[in-house]
């Protein structure tokens, strides 16, 4: 645990996060909101002081009531991984900006949250499905996509496999994207 | 007569009607539904005296089953587009529904040239979530076993890439050497390929005479072995041309690409999870973090041989400084760690594995998040091949070293 790095977050974040700081083992974790990503992962990787150049993961979570995308960075100035939750996105339409403009390598990790969650990320040039096929509809990871052998957890509704079931009213993803990179 | 066709019959390749074209499949390029992000319309617009051709995904060349879409202009590479998930078997989803000692074995076959890497990473994240101790011998067993499988992937390394540009006598000696390390292993682990050998708390079984009298006699002969290996490349020329000044990417590009591992360390950044984030015993140990400063494929061989030398370094100590004791800690067979976060990251012979479990407080993980080098590893194909030749680019996509079945996961 990084002590240090707790004071420098908690003095450079203070207004944006959303949630007190946590550590554990070696792993500092913030929370903020999606609207802030940008701006907080740029400060990450720009500023003197934290130099966090390194983007060690990035992936998606559904915590069956709303979506994060969740950052892990790495640097060579203080020995704990941060953690960024950028937490409450709506899962019926979860939008949060691309970091692409950091780390052009965060693209393919970004189409992957796309294809299994599918979030939305803005400024993605080339946000399209990675592993499933391109007329797939459903996004596999989401909580409420049961596997087939998986029935008896499903509430009441049996098996619900491969059935599209969570793209916004009215919209086939693919016009979600094109939205979104058309902007 | 007519012949009126049946609504359930196929056309047969004897049937006239069929044209030479259908029956073989020929290669369309451009996919058969409208583009669906700006960059898909651009790269499928072809502009003058530009044509595509397909490599794979059935191509010895990619490792695996990859499909790379190239945009070329004579024998220049314009553009390229890998096509991935032929190997998808949703291994996130299927660990979110196996309970915690379950879910290891399922990141075993992801990563089927060093899994015990891949099995490390899951294992490390399940102990902090379930803060346990593991036994000082178990954690010495886990860095002999993972360096010397990380010894065996960059000898397979070796005779990959230079199988990609037409030579076959490396791999051949190759498998001479991964073969001893192989058996090495499945007189401990039990199997030859996907070890599944690391547990939550430990390893599964104390190091027994087979591995030991196995090792003694490659260690006693490894270095030697390995410098005659290594010269039928270091000092050919063809290679050594072949490989210079080809694929080269700066240290901000690597960084910028997400690049990690020995890709990363060729290029002159000194990153390795074992020393800024240390685990397990590396702190202990005494070896040198290897890095090159030209960044093309020849500097990705060579740092991958010197890393050879590193693990070995790393073996004899561990050999010398093997404490007694337990392998595994106590643990209830039935895990229910309290609700938490927890990442791992292991630096692998690829670069970073890593996992980032979710835990509910239930006997299984709420999520589990598999990052995997090979797949981050080869974006950057698609950075450094416009302006290449087409026969590069298999020389290119062989020095980044992926394992299709972790891209794809």
Known sequence: MDRALRRRLDGRFSDVLTGPIRQRHDETEIRIGPADVAQVMRALHDEPEFRFKFLADLCGVDTGRVMQVVYHVGSDTSPDWIRVIADGLPRDDPRVPSVTFLWKGAEWQEREAYDMFGIIFEGNRDLRRIYMPPDYTSFPLRKDFFLADDASRSPAMGVRHLEQ?????????DDVVRQATSS | MTTAQHPGSHASADDPRVTLDEQIGVFEPIPPYP?????EAEFYTLGDGEMFINIGPQHPSTHGVLRVVLKIRGEQVVDLDPVLGYLHRGVEKLCENADYHQAICYTDPLEYVSSLFMEWAPVIAFEKLLDVQVPRRAEYIRVL?????RVMSHIMFVGWMALDLGGLTPIL?????RDEIVEMLAGVTGQRMLFNYYRIGGVNGDLNHDFMSRLGRWMSHATSQLEAELALLNENEIFVRRMRGLGVVDSETALRMCLSGPNLRATGVPFDVRRPDPYSVYPELDFDVVTRAEGDCLARYLLRMDEIRQSIRIIDQCLHEMPDGPVIAKLPRLLRPRPGRAYAAVEGPRGQYATYAISDGTDQPFRMRIHDPSFVNLQTVGLVMPGNLV??????MASLDPIMGGVDK
């Open chain 2, 35 to 39: 583009p669906r992000t700006e960059r």
């Open chain 2, 173 to 177: 000696w190759g498998f001479i050497e």
């Open chain 1, 165 to 173: 079931v969570h793209a916004p009213r009215n919209a086939a993803p």
């Open chain 2, 145 to 149: 076993t993972g360096e010397l499988n």
């Open chain 2, 391 to 396: 026969a590069d680019t298999m020389a290119v």
